[in-house]
């Protein structure tokens, strides 16, 4: 449970559950003073920081997963809009923080769109990839992920899908497929002939989730919506926590946002370690760590099926 403030020292209920505890720290005082949460939990280290000096402090190879989606310079209210070449020499400088921390057996999951400038789009993957193969990095998927909703273009066609460059230090690598696998398409299908006949020839678990994504983007009608405009869903990065990493181990976000990828990692016992340079985006990750605690964040289950609305 995170540490609570004094505030609740002197309340009646001496015996409130955590849950109750945490749900009086969201209210105020009978006398209108606010009472806040202390910004701690033991699994997190979360800071409002400029991500390289927040990088700098953190010891080498540190890191088994640095999973994050970093500002596509297309000039949002937290971001500031520069030429394409300082927004690739600002990227250069956080990768190169980013391999230095990686564990030798960790992974690099880089999630871009497009940077647009005058109708002519620019795919942040192709610019970016060449600063890992600078490092020697090894790029394991280019993840395509698909999502239903978005901007309705006029003189082009509307863009539904963003990439995850996934990248590891070595061949040594850690990747668990059983705990990300999904449903199977005919899970009852059976050896036709051979030595297996009759048999079930698909893994019981489910099939490999393949390189192609769809997961719902945090829209207005997302059970996850918070003020961020652009926010990771947390499922996306669930996915990316379990099959790159093991329980105990830590996982770091240069741009955390309201941090998703943070609940991700705490929601299934690892480290999380994330920063971001807007306070009021720190203060809610902060809050959402605390609801997860408490069992009250609402989140959108990992594998649930996209709605279709004709089915």
């Not at 250069?92 to 999951?109: Q, T, Y």
């Not at 647009?116 to 970016?128: A, K, R, T, Y």
């Not at 990300?180 to 059976?190: A, D, E, G, L, T």
């Not at 994504?213 to 829209?219: A, L, R, S």
Request: proline share 7%; charged share 25%; aromatic share 8%.
């Amino acid at each position: 449970m995170p540490h609570l403030s004094c505030g609740l020292k002197n309340h009646r209920n001496k015996d409130m559950s955590p849950k109750q505890a945490l749900a009086l720290l969201r209210s105020d005082h009978d006398d209108g003073a606010t009472v806040h949460r202390l910004e701690r939990d033991a699994k997190a280290e979360i800071a409002c920081e400029h991500n390289l000096k927040f990088m700098r402090r953190l010891p080498d190879e540190s890191m088994s997963l640095i999973v994050t989606s970093p500002p596509y310079n297309i000039g949002k209210s937290y971001e500031k809009r520069t030429s394409q070449e300082k927004y690739v020499e600002d990227q250069a400088a956080c990768i190169a923080e980013a391999v230095r921390l990686l564990a030798p057996n960790g992974s690099i999951c880089w999630q871009v769109g497009n940077h647009v400038d005058s109708g002519e789009i620019f795919p942040l993957d192709i610019l970016l990839y060449p600063l890992f193969k600078h490092h020697g990095l090894q790029l394991r998927n280019r993840i395509v992920w698909t999502f239903g909703h978005g901007l309705h273009c006029q003189k082009r066609f509307s863009g539904r899908h963003e990439t995850i460059l996934w990248f590891t230090k070595s061949e040594d690598y850690t990747f668990n497929l059983d705990p990300v696998r999904v449903p199977s398409k005919y899970p009852n299908k059976k050896h036709f002939k051979g030595p297996n006949k009759g048999e079930l020839s698909s893994n019981p678990l489910g099939k490999n989730p393949s390189d192609v994504w769809d997961i719902p983007n945090v829209k207005s009608n997302h059970v996850e919506k918070t003020d961020h405009p652009c926010q990771f869903p947390i499922g996306l990065v669930e996915r990316l926590v379990l099959a790159l990493t093991n329980e105990g181990e830590s996982v770091l976000d240069p741009y955390l946002g309201v941090g998703s990828s943070a609940i991700a990692a705490l929601k299934h016992g690892r480290h999380a370690y994330g920063c971001d340079l807007d306070k009021a985006y720190v203060d809610i990750a902060w809050d959402r760590i605390h609801q997860l605690r408490a069992g009250t964040l609402r989140t959108r289950p990992m594998n649930k099926p996209v709605y279709d609305p004709n089915a």
